[in-house]
């Protein structure tokens, strides 16, 4: 007894409330080791496990149809608005290089220029469109890290790899219709922009077509006339034409002379025949020696004028490989740009990689500026080992198959390397 007061000694009923009023206010350490308050029949307070997952959970909770559906309009968002504002500077330079180019022609309007370059444009789009994927793949995760959404996601016990899930299905779905739709009508604008350019601004007179049935030349005569000359094959190490037939025509396009002959030979100036016959629309036929021909072709811009990988629909590229080469070409060109669109899926996937490896743990200690840096450099590197594994490929220096495959590839080890490391749910 203390200043006349009893003695009271607590219930067990007493104990166990006042032992889970405890537990609440530590209720941060609690539930961090999953325990809640719960009391027994006739035992003191018991601390007992909370059937669920954390964000240190083994096994993550399923996402939502919500979550997923958001955080996909997120990045579709950004992804829409790097693309226009990329289209936008890409259209206004391509613009101001071609008016430069044509400022000495007086047959090419502002017109003709404008729509040139929307010809170029969707070519632009799809060469740029792995580093807009990047970019907008970091800016959605930059901000919903900045405005700690992917926190809260992350505490809910949604894994890194679910939270990327959406953009990353978005972009591969988008890599297999740039090849497989948008390539080929990209491919037939390019094909109609060079045209327009050979003729308008680079004055080519001189064109080149491979076919099934061999190899096709047409080239202006010095009088005004044209050529156009049919080969079977090709040697192209020294332009050794093999079963020619040349026809002759005017600069009205009335026919003057055939001439047949097991070679021909591309000189300076001229092609020489060695032997063949000559035929004109009279029934008279008559044999040649050592007849030369005038050219303004050159081994260099024949080898050129081959329609460039770019304008060839990804469908139709088997085929079109499959004819160069058995009319003596090289088709390294074409299987290179061949595989590197098989490809171009992966590349495009991983960079959803990169930028989440880069933008998802933004915090005070690894500042935007540092991670934005850092994702920056990525798309450099990545320019610079295409263009030079690209160049490997070309030069048979490396297998054609990996030059193609080593961009998309090494992009998606280092982007996987980095989540792993990165990630610890």
């Avoid at 090709?234 to 037939?245: A, K, R, T």
Wanted: with cysteine; hydrophobic share 50%.
């Amino acid at each position: 007894m203390r200043h006349g007061h009893p003695i009271r000694f607590a219930s067990a009923s007493h104990r166990r409330r006042k032992s889970c009023r405890f537990a609440k206010r530590r209720s941060g350490r609690a539930a961090s080791h999953g325990y809640r308050c719960g009391g027994g029949p006739a035992t003191a307070a018991r601390l007992r496990p909370i059937r669920g997952n954390f964000a240190g959970s083994q096994s993550p909770v399923k996402v939502s149809h919500t979550l997923s559906t958001y955080l996909a309009v997120q990045f579709l968002f950004w992804l829409i608005g790097v693309f226009l504002i990329f289209m936008a500077i890409a259209m206004l330079f391509d613009v101001v290089e071609m008016l430069r180019r044509t400022a000495d022609k007086d047959d090419i309007t502002l017109g003709l220029v404008l729509y040139m370059s929307l010809l170029k444009l969707p070519f632009l789009a799809q060469t740029t469109l792995p580093f807009m994927t990047l970019f907008a793949a970091m800016l959605t995760f930059w901000r919903l890290a900045r405005a700690n959404e992917a926190v809260v996601a992350r505490a809910a016990g949604i894994s890194a790899w679910q939270f990327i899930l959406p953009a990353f299905l978005i972009t591969a779905f988008l890599g297999i219709v740039a090849v497989t739709i948008i390539n080929p009508m990209s491919a037939a604008m390019l094909e109609k922009f060079q045209k327009l350019e050979a003729e308008y601004v680079k004055n080519r007179t001189s064109m080149i077509a491979v076919s099934q049935n061999g190899l096709w030349l047409r080239q202006l005569d010095g009088g005004g006339g044209y050529s156009v000359i049919h080969a079977l094959r090709v040697s192209p190490q020294d332009l050794i034409l093999h079963q020619v037939i040349i026809f002759r025509f005017d600069e009205g396009h009335h026919f003057l002379e055939r001439i047949d002959a097991p070679s021909a030979i591309l000189q300076t100036g001229s092609w020489l025949i060695p032997e063949g016959w000559h035929s004109t629309p009279k029934p008279e036929t008559a044999p040649v020696v050592n007849l030369k021909i005038p050219t303004d072709l050159t081994r260099t811009n024949i080898l050129e004028s081959f329609s460039s990988p770019e304008t060839m629909s990804f469908w139709r590229l088997p085929e079109f490989i499959e004819t160069i080469e058995a009319a003596g070409f090289s088709g390294h060109r074409h299987l290179l740009h061949y595989y590197a669109l098989i490809a171009y899926p992966v590349l495009l996937s991983s960079m959803i990689f990169i930028a989440a490896s880069f933008t998802l743990r933004i915090n005070r200690r690894t500042g935007t500026s540092a991670a934005l840096l850092g994702g920056l450099s990525c798309s450099f590197v990545l320019y610079f080992v295409t263009d030079i594994v690209h160049a490997l490929g070309l030069s048979a220096s490396i297998p054609i198959l990996l030059a193609a495959w080593t961009p998309a590839g090494v992009s998606s080890l280092v982007g996987l390397a980095m989540l792993f490391h990165l990630e610890d749910g």
